[in-house]
Structures are given as C-alpha cells and as structure tokens.
C-alpha cells in the first residue's frame, strides 16, 4: 500500500497527461523493493482507474506484464482530492478556509496539512486572539515553531487559509539601515532641504560611505534589494527630522528588477523619491553586462524610469534591456562613485 501511495503523490505532482512506466520506477531507485512489487502497484492503478494503458506504446515481456506508458486519469485524481477536501471541511475548524486547495495539487495539501491540523488545535482551544502578538510569538502558539511565519512560508499558508488578516499578528518592520552625515543637522545648515541617497546593493553602500562626510547628503541609505520597499516607512521614526523638507535619491542596478524597486518605492512612500540620475548615466557609458533574461518588464515603471534620464540614455538603456543586458552599480568603481557623489550639483 505504501508503494502505491507513493506512486500516486508522483503522478499527481506530475502536470503531463502521459508518464512513461521508467518514470514510475525511477521513484523507488536504491530503495529495497521488488519488481513483482513495484508492478502490483502500477497494476492496482490500472485497475483502479487512475492510469491507462497505452496500448500502441506496447507491454513488458516482463512479468507481471506492464505497459510501457500510461495515461493519467486527471479527472479522477481531482474528484479524490475534492472528496478528502469535504471531508477536511467537516473535521477542522469552520474559520479554516480550504477553498483554494480545490485549485491546487494535491501535494500543497500534503505539505501543509500538519499545520493545518495545529492550527485547529490552537482556535478550537483560544479562539480568535483579541490580542496582537509578534510574529514570532504567534507562530510558535499556532505551530510550536516560532521562525515558521517569517521564514519558513507561514505567512503564505495563513494567507490560504483565511486566517492572516484575522490572528492579530504584528509583523512589523525591520529598521532601515544607513549611516549619517556627521555635521549635516547643525544649525547652520538648518535651512537646508535634506538629501538622502539611497542604494540597493551593499556593495555600493561600503563604496560610498568613506565619502559620506565629504557629500551633501545627510545620510546614506542601504536598501537591500527590494526589502527598502517594506521598511522604508521606518525611516521617518528612525531620522525624526521634521521641519526640514527632504529629498531622496535612488540608485540601484540597471536592470528590470532595479528599475522596479524604484518604481515601488516612489509610487508608495513620496514623489520625491527619484533616480540618481549622474550614477545611472555613467553607468550608461560603459559597457553592458549579458544576462537578466528571466526578469519580467513593467512598461509602466520602464516609462516612468526613462522620464528622468535623458533621451540618448533613456534609448541606450531600453536597448540594452531589450537585448537581454543590464548594467550593475558595480560597474563604477570606488573612485568614480566618489567623484560623482562630490562634483554633482544636487538639488
């Protein structure tokens, strides 16, 4: 029985319509079973329903005798996940929602039930929690586990399931991370608008930060790829200046993913967040790095990046992207970010 259940959970995480019997058997390489074993199992499945022999593929001379390919019954694979799913529904708690495992493989269900069946346990002995908690703090009452929310996919499965917006779970957010200009907050700068440089990758950040003291920027932000994006909002309780106006600056790889961070950023914290541009034009002038063909496009973000570059950068970078190239903030070394930083005229 063991056998079978385990050649089920493949062909049902299996999308192809077809799977060759080679297949099957390579599931159980180096394990201790049978052929007359393994065969009764496939055997049982065609008697069952859930494969079918195709016959001009042709049998094993082997016996017992197996077809060398088989057809996967989909549909009745489905109809006993839609039966365990009513059944679920019935036996765990009615504020637990399974209506989007109806659309999934039967193996997410797997996968998540032991929390499922925690977390019945949990809201059938406290109920909805009618005080917040932090993550950590939740995630081990629900699960015994107290990383399982933020690093080991909660978050997602109470999404599933209904159940975030309602366990009162304080996620919070990290702190930003940045370094301060030493002398930029002294009362005759007072007048000043505050500029504020922010960059993606932490590599550019230990290049600048020596020369921070000599910038006109009050402080010096690591964004962390897209987590900048989430935490950001901190950085008005951390940098509690406020009766300064303030400017930000963005600088971030040339890339579909970079232009996206930024494109994130301003449209959800401030207008005045904007390309560095000096950085990305000299970016621009060296040469392109292959690579990034994965990253998916947004138009939108593309168009409204390029609005602030000029036109011969703005043609040289939708050409680079579109030939699958992309330009690092790498490709400036210490002394040219030093040099940019110092000689610009930022306003």
């Not at 088989?70 to 529904?89: F, T």
């Not at 003291?213 to 964004?223: A, D, K, M, Q, V």
Request: charged share 25%.
């Amino acid at each position: 029985m063991q056998i079978q259940h385990q050649l089920t959970e493949y062909i049902r995480a299996v999308r192809r319509a077809m799977i060759w019997t080679e297949e099957l058997e390579q599931c159980f390489e180096g394990k201790q079973i049978t052929y007359e074993q393994f065969a009764g199992a496939v055997l049982a499945l065609e008697e069952s329903g859930v494969l079918h022999a195709v016959k001009s593929a042709g049998r094993r001379a082997k016996l017992p005798s197996l077809a060398l390919r088989y057809r996967v019954n989909k549909p009745l694979m489905k109809s006993a996940l839609q039966q365990r799913l009513h059944q679920y529904r019935l036996e765990l708690h009615p504020l637990i929602s399974l209506d989007r495992y109806f659309a999934q493989d039967e193996a997410m269900l797997e996968q998540d039930l032991p929390y499922l069946q925690r977390i019945h346990r949990y809201l059938q002995e406290h109920g909805l929690p009618l005080e917040a908690a932090t993550a950590s703090e939740r995630s081990f009452a629900l699960v015994g586990d107290e990383k399982w929310i933020t690093e080991k996919k909660g978050r997602a499965l109470l999404e599933r399931i209904g159940l975030w917006d309602k366990l009162r779970i304080d996620s919070g957010y990290d702190p930003v991370m940045f370094a301060v200009h030493p002398k930029r907050l002294s009362k005759d700068t007072h007048n000043d608008p505050c500029l504020h440089l922010i960059v993606e990758n932490r590599t550019t950040f230990q290049a600048l930060l020596p020369y921070l003291s000599e910038s006109r920027f009050c402080t010096l932000i690591y964004g962390c790829g897209n987590k900048i994006v989430g935490n950001f909002g901190m950085f008005p309780e951390q940098y509690p200046v406020r009766d300064r106006t303030h400017r930000f600056y963005y600088f971030g790889d040339l890339d579909l993913k970079g232009i996206q961070i930024w494109y994130d950023l301003a449209k959800r914290y401030s207008e005045q967040i904007i390309p560095a541009e000096p950085f990305y034009s000299a970016c621009l002038d060296r040469e392109a790095a292959p690579g990034k063909t994965n990253q998916r496009a947004d138009d939108q973000a593309l168009r409204s990046f390029v609005a602030f570059l000029s036109e011969r950068d703005g043609k040289r970078l939708k050409q680079s992207l579109a030939g699958g190239c992309y330009y690092p903030q790498e490709a400036l070394s210490a002394q040219q970010l030093r040099e940019i930083w110092r000689s610009v005229a930022w306003k």
